[in-house]
């Protein structure tokens, strides 16, 4: 089966790529001019195409020379927090998104992985569900919310087998060197303090291997879930403090946490877990399979070795 993967530079978008060439299907990296492809550095053979995603003329072209038998959708603006730019964002999010998924039934794409994200419900109190309304807190989430709505609604115009992926929390090897984990690792292996928040919290962590394998699951499915939801999380709530304590631990550097150094962010989210009950019913089995010491080992270890 030929992959085209947008987004293959970024965190979950790579590790997706590693997955797919490990069981022979052919990936199809999208690259654009602003790509750092230092993360598909270790893995030989791949096929690119060059694609920009502002361009829908790009984009068009791009599928018709690619002929893939699916399309995973990662790429996306506001990943990182200090991306901020809202033009870029409806830009990437939304208008890309609606391109990508217009080409992809152009040319009669089998199936579409739509990558969404938890920032799409906002803040809630208790587990979330696919059903629980969206009110997005950031510009990430309500680009994301408004990209995942069109896709849907443009998928069902023309036909086009579409599912959407909401994954939660994720950490893993790879990881940008903004992300949490990252930073964690960091000041342990420097010994100086991390300013963080009081981490109170609460949020939803699962290692990038079981979200990457659910995907794939998805993709290699039997009967294709067309026009569906899917939260990717373990439905397990741990505290951000409880979360960090645990990374450092494995890192060798519980001290050098600042707990409470920072303030919380404007629009800080107090709880942000998922109801997964959707996903097993449909696989039988929960996404979460890796416990978070386990994972956090799993990172210590050389690349070629997980």
């Not at 040319?107 to 739509?114: Q, S, T």
């Not at 080992?297 to 070629?304: G, I, N, S, Y």
């Amino acid at each position: 089966m030929r992959v085209l993967v947008t987004g293959a530079t970024g965190f979950l978008g790579y590790h997706l790529v590693r997955r797919l060439m490990e069981k022979e299907f052919r990936p199809i990296v999208t690259r654009r001019s602003t790509s750092d492809p230092r993360r598909l550095r270790d893995l030989e053979s791949l096929e690119c195409i060059e694609l920009e995603l502002r361009s829908p003329e790009s984009i068009r072209k791009a599928l018709q020379a690619a002929r893939p038998d699916a399309v995973i959708h990662c790429a996306a603006y506001g990943v990182d927090h200090r991306q901020q730019d809202p033009l870029e964002a409806i830009a990437i999010n939304l208008t890309a998104t609606t391109s990508l998924v217009e080409a992809a039934a152009s040319v009669r794409v089998a199936r579409f992985i739509h990558v969404g994200t938890c920032f799409e419900y906002g803040d809630h109190p208790g587990p979330i569900s696919e059903t629980t309304p969206l009110q997005p807190r950031s510009l990430y989430g309500a680009t994301k919310a408004a990209g995942t709505l069109l896709a849907l609604e443009r998928a069902g115009h023309h036909g086009l087998p579409l599912c959407v992926v909401r994954p939660f929390g994720m950490y893993g090897a790879r990881e940008g060197e903004h992300k949490l984990v990252p930073l964690i690792r960091r000041a342990c292996e420097t010994g100086e303090v991390l300013p963080l928040t009081l981490g109170e919290q609460v949020r939803d962590y699962s290692f990038v291997g079981d979200v990457t394998e659910a995907i794939f699951r998805l993709l290699n499915a039997e009967s294709f879930p067309s026009a569906e939801i899917f939260n990717l999380a373990g439905g397990v709530p741990i505290t951000l403090k409880d979360f960090i304590l645990a990374c450092a631990s494995v890192f060798g550097g519980e001290a050098l946490m600042g707990f409470g150094m920072l303030p919380y962010r404007k629009n800080e989210m107090a709880s942000l877990v998922a109801n997964c009950g959707k996903w097993e019913r449909f696989c039988g089995h929960p996404v979460f399979r890796t416990a978070l010491a386990e994972g956090l080992a799993l990172m210590k270890r050389p690349m070629e070795d997980r």
